[in-house]
């Protein structure tokens, strides 16, 4: 995981540069090329490896819902995905940035349970930027071909969209027959 706290730099992801700015997050799939550049002292990016032993353990109740995130997650982790990085613009969220500054403060030092309160901060973390940008969602097309992209703009609609979403309202918006 990326988290642009201050300034802008690029992710440059299987041969695309994406531009991220203070407070964007890139979830990116494990095993899967990148690079980042920064050139401005007033970049501070800061780079979150996780395990997947420590994913499974601390994080994976996170995933027991029915979402896109979810599914790209278990994919991810699970099978074999098409999608390799989300990007969220979190718009410099106050939350998600003080989260982010108590985990890396606490790796730091040499606490007791430091383990266990850096994983409950990430906890944290992930379900704050679920609830609260979850709306805010790039997905990366690099690997998609159109009928896939429209599936995920379609997806991305109704989760935005699930309290009022008709078919009637998603076949005349993304030029489907009903059926």
Do not use: W
């Not at 500054?101 to 944290?124: D, F, H, I, P, W």
């Amino acid at each position: 995981m990326i988290f642009v706290q201050n300034g802008t730099c690029t992710n440059y992801v299987l041969g695309r540069s994406i531009p991220m700015r203070t407070g964007d997050i890139c979830i990116m799939a494990p095993d899967v090329t990148h690079s980042i550049s920064a050139f401005h002292d007033e970049d501070y990016i800061i780079n979150i490896l996780i395990r997947k032993s420590t994913f499974d353990q601390s994080f994976f109740g996170l995933l027991d819902s029915d979402t896109i995130l979810s599914d790209f997650f278990k994919r991810t982790f699970y099978q074999t995905s098409e999608i390799p990085y989300l990007l969220f613009h979190s718009e410099n969220d106050p939350v998600l940035t003080d989260l982010i500054e108590r985990a890396y403060a606490e790796c730091g030092q040499q606490k007791r349970y430091r383990k266990q309160m850096v994983n409950t901060l990430l906890s944290l973390f992930f379900i704050n930027l679920f609830r609260r940008h979850e709306q805010h969602i790039e997905f990366s097309n690099i690997h998609l071909n159109s009928a896939d992209e429209n599936l995920m703009y379609i997806l991305r609609y109704m989760q935005a969209n699930f309290k009022t979403v008709s078919l009637k309202e998603l076949s005349n918006l993304f030029n489907y027959s009903e059926r």
